[in-house]
């Protein structure tokens, strides 16, 4: 493999395999590195949400993604990217390995990491109740009971969403008091089916062979649930760059302009880690703003 590149895309994943697809359609030489092939989406049990694909795995369609990169001319390294550093206006790319790679445009398409509860059993029923996204999974609950854990605006909106489709929802926040805005606070009282469980905190999500049954909470009670919705919050993947101080909002995103470039020159970004697309985190969105990057990428280098 050689070393220099017209554009090295970091971040093998919703935003990242698009990214390259385009930029080798407009004959850019482009390198896609991640660690992790497919991204958060690979990890997903189900997605009926991707225009045109009815029902499948995230990993079959993330596949897919790679597939098509590739096929366009993409080449890939999943290895985890260690260090970005730019001098003379050339970006140098170093990996866990030791290896380093060069060029004059970085597209940053890492995503995000769901904060997780770090209790017993959410690993192990991930996928098979344990959801971080009610706007990926909530259908597959349709009818069912459900918890969602938080107290912030993703909470309540994800739980007044899924008030709609389930038969019963149960908002868990380890305080008395919501973080959220008034409005959604409201909103939730006024449904029904929605119970609020305030000062507590899931201690043990339980369950058998077919998935998650409830969970256990630190006061001794017992929710019995067929699913849960984590929603304690995100963390974009942006430190990589911080050596290059990009201008970052107070959630730590990169602010990027209309094209996808941060305040750093040749430093693209795309997906979950941007300002864009109003933070709606979803694979669609990632798709697109990592083929917008690479189109922003070839019209500087045409000029």
Known sequence: MENNFDVIIIGAGSAGY????????????????????????????????YPGTISASGKQIMDNFREHAVASGSEILNEMVTEITKQNNIFDVKTSSGKHFSAKYVIL??????????????????????????TCDGMFFKNREVIVVGGGNTALTESIYLSEIC???????????????????EQAKKRENIEFILNDEVEEIVGD?????????????????????????????????DGLNPQKDEEGCLIVDKRQET???????????????????????????????????HEDKMR
């Open 109 to 134: 398409a890492t995503g995000n990491n769901h904060k997780k509860l770090g209790c017993v059993g959410e690993k192990e029923f991930l996928g098979k109740g344990v959801s971080y996204c009610a």
């Open 18 to 49: 698009p990214a390259g697809m385009y930029a080798s359609r407009y004959e850019m030489k482009n390198l896609i590195i991640g660690a992790q092939p497919g991204g958060a989406l690979a990890t997903s049990h189900k997605v009926e949400n």
């Open 263 to 297: 305040s750093v020159k040749g430093l693209y970004a795309a997906g979950d880690v941007t300002t864009n697309s109003n933070k709606f985190k979803q694979t669609i969105m990632s798709a697109a703003e990592g083929c917008l990057a690479a189109n922003s990428v």
């Open 209 to 241: 062979k077919l998935g998650m049954t409830g969970v256990k909470l630190k006061s001794g009670k017992e929710v019995k649930s067929d699913g849960i919705f984590v929603a304690v919050g995100t963390s974009p993947n942006t430190s990589l760059v």
């Open 167 to 185: 038969k019963k929802v149960y908002l868990i926040h380890r305080r008395n008091e919501f973080r959220a805005e008034n409005t959604w606070i």
